[in-house]
């Protein structure tokens, strides 16, 4: 799942694309508002982390803007103000949640997973979907209980279509969620991905829709 970064600091983006990229994200930076803006109105992320305090354009203005644009990625508000009348202003403004800096990663990686976690309609900490379970702070995915080994390509594939269950995923948005560094460029990278989670997770875990692309769990009206 692709997370955008929105922070000018080369030093703490740095730090999280790390540890993004440990807890099983495919981070990208934006370095300054306007960029941000865009990349954020036109792109799909499945997260934001947004720094108020953004060279070119302010966060609270990107923050508006997209929600303007009817952009509904779950964001994360990260600043070193933190007055309280700047948080009630930045949630008013459609943020899901806010973190004051300095802040620990692992309050950050928290916060993180539970507003995706809330935004693709889960509560609990854990998403189970038939006989399929994932943790994603221990990214750990269970079949009937026991583990199951799966590729750091193979966890965001799972991850991902998990947090959009009964949805049709096309290929390419796949592609673009799970897009890296290391990800294979060719046209058969996604169906030969799907064929390995299914023979770890059995064949009815992924429905393939010709045409249209993969499904997890029963099709949403």
């Known amino acids: 799942m692709r997370i955008l970064i929105v922070e000018d600091d080369a030093r703490i983006a740095a730090d999280l694309s790390a540890a993004l990229a440990a807890a099983g994200f495919v981070p990208e930076i934006a ?6 803006w865009y990349r954020g109105d036109t792109e799909e992320f499945g997260a934001v982390i947004l720094d108020l ?3 070119l354009m302010d966060g609270l203005s990107i923050l508006r803007q997209w929600r303007a ?4 990625m779950p964001i994360l508000i990260l600043t070193a103000r933190g007055t309280w009348t700047e948080r ?4 008013e403004a459609g943020a899901d949640d806010y973190l004051p800096k300095p802040f620990e990663m692992d309050e950050l990686l928290a916060r993180l997973r539970a507003i995706i976690r809330r935004n693709g309609g889960y509560a ?3 998403i189970s979907i038939g006989e399929i379970t994932l943790d994603p702070r221990r990214m750990r995915v ?3 209980g026991v583990p199951v080994q799966l590729s750091p390509q193979e966890y965001r594939l799972v991850h991902y279509m998990m947090l959009n269950p009964g949805r049709i995923i096309a290929q390419q948005e796949l592609a673009e969620q799970l897009q890296g560094e290391l990800f294979e ?3 058969n990278a996604i169906e030969v991905l799907v064929a390995r989670v299914r023979r770890k997770l059995g064949n009815e875990a992924i429905e393939t829709r010709r045409g249209y692309g993969y ?4 099709e949403t009206a």
């Open 185 to 187: 460029r060719e046209s």
């Open 88 to 91: 009630v202003e930045g949630i």
């Open 124 to 126: 609990a900490p854990n």
């Open 31 to 36: 370095s300054d508002g306007e960029d941000a």
């Open 53 to 55: 305090g953004m060279p």
């Open 142 to 144: 269970t079949r009937r």
């Open 215 to 218: 499904m997890f769990g029963e």
């Open 69 to 72: 644009n009817a952009r509904t």
